[in-house]
């Protein structure tokens, strides 16, 4: 395992920022003030307002209100001078069919304003940093697989030695191997910049991530390291058994029950009592503290359960 010191510590500042489409409300108000770095996911449902909010961040599309400042830089009143420091791969955003991936790097690097024969070199290393196989270095990209056209996506905002980096799904559609390639390439990348995506895995957020940003219905409900996520929950700790009835009330805490058995959400002092009397009854169990999976259901899923 590689070890990088994080440098980079952006800021996120938001106040009273809103986007509506045709009325309807996508995202905010929000009002923030975060520190990000490293990696920082931004996760929630379907229709949570992700991809809108990476795209204002991005001066890809302007708010219907309010201010935003990244890096010490209004968003809104000075985008130019914040596009020299970004660059995104927009959610399902294809590369060009009828270019090669070197074309297609270069390009992109040269409407940046590098040179012919440097746009050419540097292309040449994020194509082999991001692992794409040098076959493919000259072939046309329509010729390349699903997987490869995002390494592709992913190689031109990395050439591009933006400091922020946002990718909308980048790993979405992703055979296991590949996602921990893309794993493996954002974990040596955020050593010297901040990458902001966005992603369904949750187990991706969770092994990746150096700041988590949790958004439901427009707000952002939950923000921090993956341990301020949980310390900041009623029921931090987690019990799975794998029998569905063990006779034990829970006082203190939330039972779930599945097909496998059950999960008990709960605290600590209460976890401790819960556990002498497994042991007792001698059920199996496992302990520990709850996953962002279990995060995401108490803050988002029971809401929607409570809807229907
Ligand atoms: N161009 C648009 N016109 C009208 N409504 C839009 C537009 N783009 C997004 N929306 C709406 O805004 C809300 C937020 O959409 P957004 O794409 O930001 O969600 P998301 O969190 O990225 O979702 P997903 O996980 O599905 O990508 C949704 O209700 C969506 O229907
Ligand atoms: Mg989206």
Redesign the pocket.
């Known amino acids: 395992m590689e070890h990088y010191i994080i440098i980079a510590m952006v800021e996120l500042k938001c106040s009273g920022l809103l986007k509506k ?2 009325g ?1 409300r ?2 905010g108000p929000l009002n923030l003030d975060l520190k990000l770095s490293g990696i920082t996911s931004i996760i ?10 990476i795209r204002i961040l991005a001066t890809e599309l302007m708010p219907t209100k309010g201010r935003v400042e990244l890096d010490g830089i209004d968003v809104i009143n000075n985008p130019s001078e914040l596009r020299n420091k970004i660059a995104i791969v927009p ?1 399902e955003s294809r590369p060009i069919p009828w270019m090669t991936p070197i074309q297609i790097v270069s390009s992109y690097l040269m409407l940046r304003g590098v040179g012919l024969k440097e746009a050419k070199m540097k292309a040449v290393d994020a194509l082999k940093t991001v692992g794409l196989d040098e076959k493919f270095f000259n072939k046309l990209s329509h010729k390349l697989s699903g997987g490869m056209k995002r390494e592709l996506m992913l190689a031109t905002v990395i050439a591009s030695d933006a400091k922020i980096i946002f990718l909308d ?1 980048p790993t979405t559609g992703l055979d296991p191997i590949s996602r921990k390639e893309v794993w493996r390439v954002l974990n040596k990348l955020k050593k010297d910049r901040l990458i902001i995506l ?1 992603t ?1 895995y949750l187990e991706e957020a969770e092994s990746l991530s150096d700041y988590i940003i949790l ?1 439901n219905k427009g707000k952002v409900i939950s923000a921090g390291t993956l341990a301020d996520l949980i310390n900041s929950l009623k029921y931090p700790y987690s019990i799975r058994a794998s029998a569905k009835r063990v006779g034990i009330r829970v006082r203190n805490g939330v039972v779930i029950k599945s097909e496998k058995g059950m999960q008990i959400l709960t605290t600590e002092k209460s976890a401790k009592t819960i556990i002498e009397k497994l042991i007792k009854k001698r059920v199996e169990f496992s302990f520990g503290k709850v996953s962002l999976d279990d995060i995401f259901y108490t803050l988002v899923g029971k809401e929607y359960e409570n809807e229907e």
């Not at 929630?44 to 909010?53: D, E, I, L, M, S």
């Open positions: 489409y045709e309807k996508a995202l929630g449902r379907n229709g949570a307002g992700k991809t809108t909010f959610q799904e966005t369904h958004i």
